[in-house]
Structure formats: C-alpha cells, structure tokens
C-alpha cells in the first residue's frame, strides 16, 4: 500500500510560481506512476501531470503545457510538480495520485490506485 501526502499549496498572484510535491510511504514507491489532478469548486476533477515510474515519460494536460513540469525522485519518495506563470483558473485543490498499471489512460482517476488529501492553490488576479 501506498499514502501519498501533498503539501506546496498556497496563495499566489498570477504569474507567480509554486512548487507542490507528493511525499509517498512504502518501499515500492518506485514502481508506481504517479498523477497529479485538480478539483476547483463547482467543478469536476481533471488531469494536470502524469509521470511514469522510471521518469522517462510525462504527460500534460494542454492548458499547462509550457508551464508545469512534473518530476520525481525515487531516492526521496517524492514527485513534485512545478508550476509557473500560473492563472486565476489554475486555482482549485491539488491532489497527487499513485498508479501501478502502466497501460491505460493516464488522464482517468477511476484508474489510480490511492490518492493523498490534496494541497489547495489559490492564484490571485
């Protein structure tokens, strides 16, 4: 099993950066792909970042492409997504999720296995 923690959250005018990261316990953290998704209020979750297990392939949403980059280090647990020049419509409650398929679509949450508590981002106009 694996518990996922995101912390990295917090308010930032636009056009400003945050660094959230997605700290996982258990020893075969290394074999999991790991996603990051988004849930602002009113609104459906959707995909932000995928990374696989070796690190080797990324995946982005279109709207952040440019902007975030999704990383990890096995060493340390850790992904972390880095975002920059963020927008208002960036804002909403982040969460980073843990998958062991490595087939599928990487955008679909029914197909991560566990999921942290989520970091809110609020981006200020």
């Known amino acids: 099993q694996v518990q996922l923690v995101e912390s990295g959250g917090g308010l930032v005018q636009a056009g400003g950066s945050l660094r959230l990261s997605c700290a996982a316990s258990g020893r075969t953290f290394s074999s999991y792909a790991i996603g990051w998704f988004r849930q602002a209020p009113g609104k459906e979750r959707e995909f932000v970042a995928a990374i696989s297990w070796s690190g080797g392939s990324k995946y982005y949403r279109d709207s952040v492409k440019g902007r975030f980059t999704i990383s990890r280090d096995n060493a340390k647990n850790t992904v972390y997504l880095q975002m920059n020049g963020l927008k208002p419509e960036d804002t909403a409650v982040y969460y980073c999720?843990?998958?062991?398929?490595?087939?599928?679509?990487?955008?679909?949450?029914?197909?991560?296995?566990?999921w942290g508590q989520g970091t809110q981002v609020t981006v200020s106009s």
């Open positions: 999720a843990a998958r062991s398929r490595m087939t599928g679509s990487w955008n679909l949450g029914n197909e991560y296995d566990y």
